[in-house]
């Protein structure tokens, strides 16, 4: 009886950085770039964290999509700010409000709601922001019109982000256009695209299976990172997700690691070759944060807290090796003292991939391939 399939890390490496249109670079436009990653985090650079991964970005084409609900800027991983699809997006929504953090003693004393009192609640939000979107302080006024809901007024004028976090989460309101520089919510059912929040068991498999797909081969406990740490949704959830895709899921092992893939994805894993191929990330980049910094064969641990900080990241065949950056039109490429020598080629290949997604040449006469 034959055993999983035998993989190496550089191969496996080089088969996720085709799966996020890193090597070869895709032609996907920006929503089909986050639809890929499940999930891109406003902390860092979107823009550039989508166009690296497009062959022909467009100007503004990410705003375009967010202005017209092809993509959406809402609460999510962590609570932190996020970009997803509205198609998609339900699903992570759905899993982060399985928690039902509104219902702990400690936001129902804090902030005035028994659990009976939400369904109400969320219908006053939504009637508020139903005609035009609104500031979080107009909001707490429009709520505060009614008896019922007037102690949230002050909530919503200094301390208003538990409470919208929690709103986002069931689907209500998504963040809106700035107003002079101010933030704005509006109603997510009018997004045509918005595909509502589907059964908790169906979005856990399919969350498990999309970030198998961008982010395999991967573990059990990566999934706990991303789906339990990121989103709430419970180690026995996920575990029971996992095994309710059985049939879906075959074992690899990874130079001598169990881990898994999509079965129909282990033919095109083990006919990749590695590649020594070189990408200047932003920050908080998802090849880093989607199998978390703490993953030593993506981030050497001597350099977690350089990545954890926030640096751009130099990434030589899928394994940190540097950080970036650019003041002007002058590029500063810094390599650790530890990583794998690369060579010129590849760097030079990786700068001008760089230049063309901020769309301005670099002057690179600073770079050096060892510090």
């Not at 509006?186 to 595909?195: E, G, V």
């Not at 282990?266 to 590695?274: K, Q, S, Y």
């Not at 940190?320 to 039109?329: E, H, K, N």
Request: with cysteine; aromatic share 8%.
């Amino acid at each position: 009886m034959t055993g999983p399939e035998q993989v190496t890390r550089p191969q496996a490496l080089a088969w996720r950085l085709g799966r996020q249109l890193l090597e070869p670079v895709g032609t996907s436009s920006a929503e089909d770039v986050v639809r890929r990653l499940t999930a891109i985090p406003a902390q860092s650079d979107v823009h550039l964290a989508v166009r690296t991964r497009q062959q022909s970005p467009r100007p503004d084409e990410l705003m375009d999509a967010l202005r017209d609900g092809r993509l959406l800027r809402t609460f999510a991983f962590r609570g932190a700010v996020h970009i997803l699809t509205p198609e998609e997006g339900g699903a992570y929504l759905t899993l982060r409000a399985a928690g039902r953090q509104w219902e702990r003693r400690s936001w129902q004393e804090y902030y005035g709601l028994a659990p009976h009192d939400w369904p109400d609640f969320r219908a006053a939000v939504r009637e508020a922001v139903d005609d035009h979107p609104l500031t979080p302080a107009e909001l707490g006024a429009a709520l505060a019109a009614r008896p019922r809901f007037e102690h949230v007024r002050e909530i919503f004028a200094h301390e208003p982000w538990a409470l919208l976090k929690a709103l986002a989460w069931q689907g209500d309101l998504t963040f809106g256009p700035s107003r002079d520089g101010e933030l704005t919510f509006q109603l997510l059912a009018h997004n045509p695209r918005w595909a509502g929040l589907p059964d908790l068991a169906d979005a856990g498999r399919h969350a498990i299976e999309a970030y198998v797909r961008a982010y395999g081969p991967t573990t059990a406990d990566h999934l706990q990172c991303w789906l339990g740490a990121g989103l709430s949704a419970g180690r026995r959830r996920i575990q029971g997700w996992i095994a309710d895709l059985e049939d879906r899921l075959a074992d690899v092992v990874v130079d001598g690691a169990a881990a898994f893939v999509l079965a129909e994805d282990v033919d095109e894993l083990l006919g990749t070759e590695p590649t020594s191929t070189v990408r200047l990330l932003p920050a908080y980049d998802q090849w880093v944060l989607g199998p978390g910094t703490a993953d030593a064969t993506i981030v050497p641990p001597a350099h977690r807290a350089a990545v954890s900080r926030g640096a751009a990241l130099v990434v030589v065949g899928g394994v940190v090796a540097g950080t970036w950056s650019v003041g002007g039109d002058d590029l500063t490429v810094t390599f650790f003292d530890d990583a794998t020598r690369l060579s010129s080629d590849a760097l030079d290949e990786g700068i001008a991939r760089l230049g063309a997604s901020l769309d301005r040449p670099l002057d690179t006469r600073r770079v050096a391939l060892r510090p």
